[in-house]
């Protein structure tokens, strides 16, 4: 297993939850709380998000690049917008003027409502979210003694299967899948915390519209005021024994769940030097020793 977020001088503080891991080690059936909900619509978890009537291509493009300079100057903490009346043909268009409409952009198209859900980049710091993780990950890779090239990186590729199509903030794959439209093993969702329950959904979407290709997708949801980072894991895993809900209406042998989670908070900067001494003062962090696998 790669292992994330276990140094002991790194300038941020963590604690980890998991649900496979206890002082006895036992297991436990997740709750309910750690369970996906099952989306009843594509406005799953996007509540409040402005909804436009697809038209032009530049229209589109003008009203992405207004709400992303809001976002990006701190005016706004909406990162989702919503187009209908999108179809596959519309969006074959749209991918060609991809360079145009904003490289910090991904996608989520339903064809079967002809809806688009466009995610927009806030900030510098939201790329260094899961860009953080991906390196990581690549040290974890040469760790286990593999070469780094041993997971294929996707970015943000598009994938699509019946009616669906998605793009994730990183993505990748192990060589042995060959083909271009194989589905990646694992997948970054990242975004503000106000959008914490539309990246449960993402990985609800990733886990389930890939026919269980996709196995582990990790949500980062970004607490700036805070200075804080909640990771989540998120795998199919045998559902518990539970009645069937409208959350849950469905007899599925496995269900979206959440397998752990890990705060990390960027600790406050040191105090003033109280002797008035020129320098820089450090005061070190400590990180627990729990720590996000994979």
Request: contains cysteine; aromatic residues 4%; glycine residues 6%.
């Amino acid at each position: 297993m790669a292992t994330y977020f276990e140094s002991s001088d790194a300038l941020y503080s963590s604690t980890s939850m998991s649900r496979s891991s206890s002082s006895t080690g036992a297991s436990r059936q997740a709750s309910p709380a750690e369970i996906s909900p099952v989306p009843t619509s594509p406005m799953e978890g996007l509540q409040g998000v402005p909804i436009h009537h697809f038209t032009t291509i530049r229209d589109l493009r003008k009203c992405v690049r207004s709400h992303s300079a809001k976002l990006q100057a701190g005016r706004s903490n909406q990162q989702y917008l919503v187009f209908q009346g999108v179809t596959k043909r519309d969006l074959n268009e749209i991918d060609r003027e991809r360079a145009s409409i904003g490289k910090h952009t991904r996608m989520t198209h339903y064809a079967d409502t002809n809806e688009l859900i466009v995610k927009l980049m806030p900030s510098v710091e939201h790329e260094l979210a899961h860009l953080t993780l991906v390196r990581k990950l690549d040290a974890a890779v040469i760790g286990m003694g593999l070469p780094v090239e041993s997971l294929i990186p996707l970015g943000g590729t598009k994938f699509s299967g019946p009616n669906f199509s998605k793009e994730g903030d990183s993505a990748f794959k192990p060589l042995s899948r060959v083909q271009k439209a194989d589905w990646p093993t694992l997948v970054f969702e990242s975004g503000l915390s106000e959008s914490l329950s539309r990246l449960r959904i993402d990985a609800r979407l990733w886990l389930t519209h890939s026919g269980g290709n996709v196995k582990i997708v990790i949500t980062i949801s970004i607490t700036p005021a805070e200075r804080m980072l909640l990771v989540e894991k998120w795998c199919l895993s045998p559902v518990p024994d539970r009645p069937l809900t409208r959350g849950h209406p469905t007899s599925e042998t496995e269900v979206p769940t959440r397998m752990q989670e890990v705060r990390i908070t960027l600790n406050p900067p040191a105090p003033p030097n109280p002797a008035g001494q020129s320098g820089t003062s450090i005061r070190p962090s400590a990180t627990t020793q729990q720590s996000l696998t994979i």
